[in-house]
């Protein structure tokens, strides 16, 4: 169970916004220096490709809203996005045609179970419950408005790439070797099927939502999108309005609530920022109004995400003031009551 080892760091408690660059850039050396020698985890291999990942690779990043980039070790590392594309798929399709009918047909309530559980949607009445794990992504994705599998998928790379500022290409040695794996995704969407819970044909559907798993990004790509929910769905780097801020605010809700599966409660009581991970070793977590970490590092605990990510988010949360939660005493203790609700 993850449990953030940063007692020693001082908590700074603050609404601004981030330090200053200088500061930024000491305290991400830091966090890469204190956690790059911990060796806890696994490397995925339940889709072969991944084991083939260097476990000794960590890199960081961080974009404040204004811009500002920092990054520190194995930023610039291209790995498959994997889950942390439901984010932004959920973002893409709720600008698309609305907040409303992503609620209504898939849901924004953790399952408490994994990412990849069948047994949640039978629980559920068939019912995906978030667009976080596997059974709501694939929902999601077959939500997109199209025509054919083919102009989906495109309009979703098209996308996620407007998110990261950048074109993003497939790794194709990742699509074929999850396609080869991914027979649970298929009998998922079958089942969503069965119980008229997907849009679009199943075959097509997994296939576009394992190529978008299967986008090739960096830290330093994954520091941009959440820069862009950090401030109201414009890219901090090429000023372009991807989504609104209303789906911006949609999307870092259900990301606090769910984004890291059954260990989001956990993590919102531990770093106090909306996140989402993926089994490649990415993890993207969001500070509104502020900014957003990327890290990469493909050793992954039980749940399925970074150790040393989440620690060095932990530490990064903390020196630099990203908790969402946390806040200082008012200074002015003579304002009384009456004058405090005016």
């Known amino acids: 169970m993850f449990k953030a080892d ?19 850039n000491e305290v991400l050396a830091e966090a890469h220096a204190r956690y790059a020698p911990h060796n806890d985890g696994v490397v995925a291999d339940y889709i072969p490709i991944l084991a083939e990942a260097d476990p000794s690779m960590f890199g960081l990043s961080l974009v404040g ?6 990054q520190v070790g194995d930023a610039e590392i291209a790995f498959s996005i994997q889950s942390i594309s439901k984010a932004f798929v959920f973002a893409l ?5 609305g907040h409303n009918a ?48 083919e102009e989906r ?14 074109e993003l290409m497939l ?6 070797s999850e396609s080869l794996t991914n027979q649970r995704n298929h009998a998922i969407a079958k089942l969503l099927d069965s ?21 090739a990004v960096t830290a330093q790509d994954l520091a941009v999108m959440g ?26 809700a259900v990301l606090a609530s769910c984004g890291m599966y059954e260990r989001s409660g956990e993590w919102l009581f531990e770093i106090g920022l909306p996140a989402k991970s993926g089994v490649a070793g990415g993890i993207v977590a969001i500070s509104p109004g502020k900014g957003a970490l990327g890290t990469y590092s493909p050793p992954l605990d039980e749940a399925g995400n970074s150790v040393r990510g989440q620690r060095a988010c932990a530490y990064l949360s903390r020196a630099l003031g990203l908790n969402l939660f946390a806040s200082t005493p008012t200074q002015n203790l003579s304002v009384s009551r009456e004058e405090s609700l005016a």
Not at 93 to 97: K, P
Not at 108 to 136: C, I, K, Q, R, Y
Not at 195 to 211: K, Q
Request: charged share 20%; net charge negative; proline share 4%.
């Open 6 to 24: 940063v007692q020693d760091v001082a908590q700074r408690a603050f609404t601004g916004g981030l330090p200053s660059k200088t500061r930024v």
């Open 65 to 70: 809203v204004n811009g500002h980039t920092h």
């Open 93 to 97: 399709v709720c600008e698309a045609i």
């Open 102 to 149: 992503v609620h209504d047909r898939v849901g924004v309530n953790n399952t408490g179970l994994p990412f990849n559980s069948v047994m949640a949607l039978e629980l559920h009445d068939g019912s995906p419950m978030n667009p976080m794990v596997n059974a709501g992504a694939i929902a999601t994705t077959a939500m997109m408005p199209a025509t054919s599998g």
């Open 153 to 166: 998928w495109q309009l979703i790379r098209n996308g996620l790439s407007r998110f990261a500022g950048r």
């Open 171 to 176: 790794d194709g040695e990742v699509y074929r």
């Open 195 to 215: 119980y008229d819970r997907l849009d679009a044909n199943a075959e097509d559907t997994v296939d576009v939502y394992t190529r978008q798993c299967a986008l």
């Open 227 to 252: 820069a862009t929910l950090a401030d109201g769905g414009v890219n901090p780097i090429t000023g372009e309005q991807v989504v609104s801020a209303e789906v911006s605010r949609d999307t870092l």
